[in-house]
């Protein structure tokens, strides 16, 4: 345990109050430290760039993504093998509901280079010990009746996840406040071992704070950070991400009952249906650092809805929105002590912010009781980096 | 001029705060009468139903729309002939710019059938004395550099004007209230000659209103209200439109000067630019009541935007809405006194409303003082609807 003294404002502050920083932050408080969050931001997210405001939620460990990136695959199988029990946890302290989803992902093709894409997808989840179920055009359409008919044939992965992203966030942050955490609305300027330097907000004096350890869990913002070690800032980037929101008017049935994943015309298209007939449609991957949302995206991505579901031109268009999520030089995440310890990097989440936030709040929670993280983690160590 | 005294609430009581019925209680103050606007809405496009709010704000007196109409094509020239000094006194009576532009509208074609159709629309131009200018797609590129390269042509109507509608509708509100009108939040429920019963708002007491003279000038609500002669009431019809509002981000130039018009994909398509930078593409007719945004209409609307102007992509896509215009069984307004003559109906403006407001002022401020609305208005009176 930390040491506990007038001298500090708290145990642990933890830079960021995204799905990272507050799963990280309630954790802590569970364990008994004295927590504060410094971030800047409210959760609008037209004025917020929080990239958890803007995710779909997806739950799946295995994507094309990490065809041959064995240590991300290792990371996301230990992520979503933890997340339900961490997700009840939280819904219980919560005392609300995070919309988590269990009717699995169906991934459809279009033509035959798309069908065996997914064979391949297949083979690759049965070899790691997924499920993975075949499924010809007229099975698809059974299971999904308003798939379009031009669906050639899908895979239907029963174990993928998915959870509501705002409601997800907010359950977390009713959770951290019933556990005492505090949240100090500024920015971090700059970060030491035991020292957090403010700028902005409303908090000017005092202008820093101290504590035991500081996390820095900031997503594409810790680059911007003075104290985060070069390597890591330099591994850092932001990319530009556009969903869109669809609702379903009154009276109409939901159209979809599990996710849907495609490639339409070369774009890789998700649909993630919520409980409350809210329709996410995600999503672009931009190398841009603005929050706009282009009349380009929205019609790219209206486009490859309704070619997937075309009933989906009926829905109600709620909302495009912009985040920026925090890639990084090899697309794993960074997790780990840099300099005396009492820095710590929890950062560079990339796409699987949500998936990875049960995992990371608990690799957190090890380090700041001086044990190790799981074991999935070693590969993802800031010391990897290199210039 | 009406008695005025000390039984009745006004001189005039206009119900509808859209650009007609605003239009029509401004003048009507200048005139001397003491004028009540009485409106249930605000003035948000997301919870307001006005038409004024959606529009896009062209003012061209020809269409396709009015091919054989030469009852409306009269109507509509005298109202753009009308618009300039009516608009002027209003900047200079509000204090403010509606955003009035003249570079005229430039019509463009991508194959053979949309050329010929438009050289049929220059051809009647010309017949009835306005100009229009054929151009090569050279010529069309030269002054639109951004229009698709797949542009094959065009026709230039230089006399066609623009107004940005919600400022226009703001100076409306704010010239009216320097004039002296007094607005009451409640609907209309019931009308007669010289008397008006409130519903809704927050205006139980008193629940009647009475003046000399009441004019409806409320859209398609206007069949919503009893004591409107039931011939009137049959005869409009909400029809839907969806439009959208396309913003340039900080630092991109302008890519359009004048307002497009185009026919993409058997869709009418136009593309309005606004001073501050915003591009209003329109829009959806739809015989539907109802004011959901949908997916579909959006998606088209950008397709068709882009297709057209492939530098569209790039702009942000600020904001997607829907309105109800009052459509008629003849596509004419309709305007006059109706009963005893107390009572005067001015509605159904269509997709007119904007340009046919400063007209349609004019001819209610000529009934209220006993006198006779414009020559272009006769075909338009309640009269002339049958059931």
Not at 182 to 189: C, E, M, N, S, Y
Request: hydrophobic residues 45%.
């Amino acid at each position: 345990m930390p040491a506990k003294g007038a001298s500090v404002d708290a145990d642990v502050i933890v830079v960021g109050a995204g799905v990272i920083g507050t799963a990280i932050a309630w954790r802590a408080a569970l364990a008994g430290h004295a927590v504060i969050i410094v971030d800047p931001g409210g959760d609008d997210p037209r004025t917020d760039d929080k990239a958890s405001l803007v995710a779909a939620g997806m739950l799946g460990p295995v994507s094309e993504s990490v065809f041959g990136e064995q240590d991300l695959l290792n990371l996301n199988l230990h992520a979503v093998d933890r997340f339900p029990s961490f997700n009840a946890e939280l819904e219980r302290a919560a005392g609300r509901e995070t919309g988590l989803r269990t009717e699995g992902t169906l991934a459809v093709a279009y033509d035959n280079g798309d069908l065996a894409a997914l064979d391949r997808l297949t083979e690759f989840r049965h070899s790691i010990g997924l499920v993975a179920e075949r499924l010809d055009a007229r099975e698809c359409r059974r299971r999904e009746p308003f798939l379009a008919p031009s669906t050639r044939g899908g895979v239907f992965a029963a174990g993928d996840l998915s959870v509501d992203n705002r409601r997800y966030l907010a359950a977390l942050r009713a959770a951290a406040a019933t556990a005492g955490v505090r949240t100090v609305r500024a920015a971090a300027a700059h970060v030491a071992g035991g020292r957090v330097a403010l700028s902005g907000g409303g908090v000017p004096d005092p202008s820093e704070l101290t504590a035991a350890h500081v996390v820095v869990a900031a997503g594409h913002a810790t680059r911007d950070i003075d104290g985060v070690p070069e390597t890591v800032r330099a591994a850092i980037r932001p990319v530009k991400g556009q969903i869109l929101r669809l609702r379903h008017p009154t009276g109409m049935p939901h159209i979809l009952t599990r996710t849907i994943r495609a490639i339409v015309q070369g774009h890789d298209l998700y649909l993630v249906p919520r409980k409350d007939g809210e329709l996410v449609v995600g999503a672009t991957q931009e190398e841009r650092a603005d929050r706009d949302v282009t009349a380009g995206a929205t019609r790219d991505l209206l486009r490859d809805a309704t070619t997937a579901v075309p009933a989906a031109s009926e829905l109600v268009f709620a909302e495009a929105v912009a985040g920026l999520r925090p890639g990084t030089s090899d697309n794993g995440p960074v997790l780990g002590p840099v300099g005396d310890g009492r820095l710590i990097i929890a950062a560079g989440h990339y796409r699987n912010g949500i998936m990875l936030s049960a995992v990371t709040a608990d690799a957190v929670a090890a380090l700041l009781d001086g044990k190790d993280a799981h074991a999935a983690w070693a590969p993802f160590r800031p010391g990897r980096l290199r210039r």
